[in-house]
């Protein structure tokens, strides 16, 4: 069954993503495959259906709203605003269909990070509660600049650091990295036509190698990572084989991971962690306690927010807040976050904020006869 055929005309979608100040959008269905392999992370390069064009050009079935609508964006030379969209999206998944339907606000452009990310959270309850869902369940709530402040903090390797990062949100992926850390990293090994050994170590001439190859290749204005982001990997990397693991830190991160709290009491765990172990998370601090503030200002019940430090979502561009609604049987409803970097890694001129969600109106059917 079409979800959008089981809702009542008082509920459609449409009306209500109008209801929430968000302008309609429509992206086509068959997008360019390059910005979501470049920009979204394994977890969604591995999912997506791809094909190729007459003239060689890798494309896929639309796998998200999200990367189309900033790209849309970034085209029209457009103001702060906010884009309303519905349509079926073409994904594997580990369960339910590869081809459902989501809805959902991108706002973009908003420099009041905090009115915003309040907004993003009170939106999508919004529509749930407009979609006939009674009971919300559960809000758990992230936020990867309060993980990157506690990485910067425990001074590990940069490579270990990006890792890290790029782990945060996948329990798996974080725990064999945390068990990987203990052990001393690899040496990088390069081509023998990039560099000798020796040279590798030396940024500006494995720079300007990688230049070269990258040229060469005919990639050098393709879009994806550019020469310098692939040299301070590598550097990172020979860093990190040559400093040992400090297993103290791998203990402080662990329990960082581990916090979990109601909302209302995450800003008290935060700095008591922070002062425990000596770490500047200050900044961050204030930052989560600004947006709480501006979430109860937007009605949203704290009583069903709760923070899990480890909490987060395996896609590259977020940047802070993160979170998802779930329903009672703990299927996931609805999910967003915070993305500032996203619209420069597509092409913006300058940083972009931006903040956004969908809702899973497959999953929102089946959770209505909960409430």
Not at 6 to 19: P, V
Not at 275 to 280: C, E, F, R, S, W
Not at 285 to 302: C, L, N, P, T
């Amino acid at each position: 069954m079409n979800p959008l055929r089981s809702f009542s005309a008082r509920a459609d979608i449409e009306t209500i993503l109008a209801e929430l100040g968000a302008d309609r959008v429509d992206v086509p269905v068959l997008q360019p495959a390059d910005p979501f392999l470049d920009t979204a992370g394994e977890e969604l390069r591995r999912r997506i259906f791809l094909s190729e064009s007459e003239t060689g050009e890798t494309l896929c079935l639309r796998p998200e709203f999200t990367i189309p609508v900033c790209l849309m964006h970034i085209g029209g030379g457009y103001g702060p605003r906010r884009y309303g969209y519905v349509g079926t999206v073409f994904r594997q998944r580990r369960a339910g269909s590869n081809e459902f339907l989501q809805a959902g606000i991108e706002d973009i452009g908003d420099g009041d990070r905090d009115d915003a990310d309040a907004r993003s959270v009170a939106d999508a309850l919004s529509v749930l509660q407009a979609l006939g869902v009674k009971k919300h369940a559960a809000v758990t709530l992230g936020d990867q600049a309060v993980f990157n402040a506690v990485i910067g903090g425990l001074g590990l390797p940069k490579a270990w650091a990006l890792r890290l990062a790029h782990a945060f949100g996948d329990h798996g992926k974080i725990k064999t990295a945390l068990d990987a850390l203990s052990v001393p990293a690899p040496v990088p090994e390069l081509p023998a036509d990039i560099l000798e050994p020796a040279e590798a170590r030396d940024r500006g001439a494995l720079l300007n190698a990688l230049r070269m190859r990258l040229r060469i290749a005919g990639l050098e204005e393709s879009g994806g990572r550019d020469a310098e982001e692939i040299a301070d990997r590598l550097m990172a990397r020979f860093e990190a084989a040559t400093v040992a693991p400090d297993e103290s830190a791998l203990a402080v991160l662990r329990a960082f991971l581990a916090l979990r709290a109601p909302v209302a009491k995450a800003v008290g765990a935060l700095s008591d962690f922070g002062a425990a172990h000596g770490l500047a998370l200050g900044e961050v601090i204030s930052a989560f306690a600004a947006r709480e503030g501006a979430m109860q200002d937007a009605g949203v019940d704290m009583d069903a927010v709760t923070y899990d430090a480890a909490f987060g979502r395996p896609l590259d561009y977020y940047t802070a807040l993160v979170y998802e609604i779930t329903a009672p049987d703990g299927a996931i409803l609805a999910g967003g976050g915070r993305y500032d970097r996203l619209l420069t890694m597509l092409g913006a001129e300058e940083p972009v904020p931006g903040v956004g969600f969908s809702v899973w109106l497959d999953r929102v059917a089946a959770a209505r006869g909960q409430g």
